[in-house]
């Protein structure tokens, strides 16, 4: 069992950068694999980034080349550093856990943070 914390985001100029933290506590080990989601109301979340227990990282769509994810394993802290912010990265976002990974992908995600909100504004 987990339980995620997030804190951080809130708003930004276009261009800005931003981060977000997602504190873990609970049963971990180097079989959980993490992510950052984001999600529009009324639409399904969508991935933003993973990292499993090997340190891989996925990147999706917009946030290639401009976000970094991260796993603190000293202090079991999920980061998402920002950058290059755009209005278009106005969205409500998660962390969330999986208990295990194949292949560089997360399985069934069961643990989700309560959500972050970041705002750009051009």
């Known amino acids: 069992q987990l339980t995620l914390v997030q804190s951080g985001g809130g708003s930004a100029q276009a261009g800005g950068s931003l981060r977000l933290s997602c504190v873990a506590s609970g049963r971990i080990d180097s079989r959980n694999c993490w992510a950052w989601y984001r999600q529009v109301p009324g639409k399904t979340r969508e991935a933003v980034a993973t990292?499993?227990?090997?340190?891989?990282?996925r990147y999706y769509k917009s946030a290639k080349g401009r976000f970094t994810i991260s796993w603190d394993n000293a202090k079991n802290v999920l980061y998402l550093d920002m950058n290059s912010l755009t209005p278009e990265d106005t969205d409500m976002y998660y962390c969330?856990?999986?208990?295990?990974?194949?292949?560089?992908?997360?399985?069934?995600?069961?643990?989700w943070g309560q959500g972050s909100q970041v705002t750009v504004a051009s």
């Open positions: 969330a856990s999986a208990s295990s990974f194949s292949d560089g992908y997360c399985d069934t995600y069961e643990w």
């Open positions: 990292i499993d227990g090997d340190g891989d990282r």
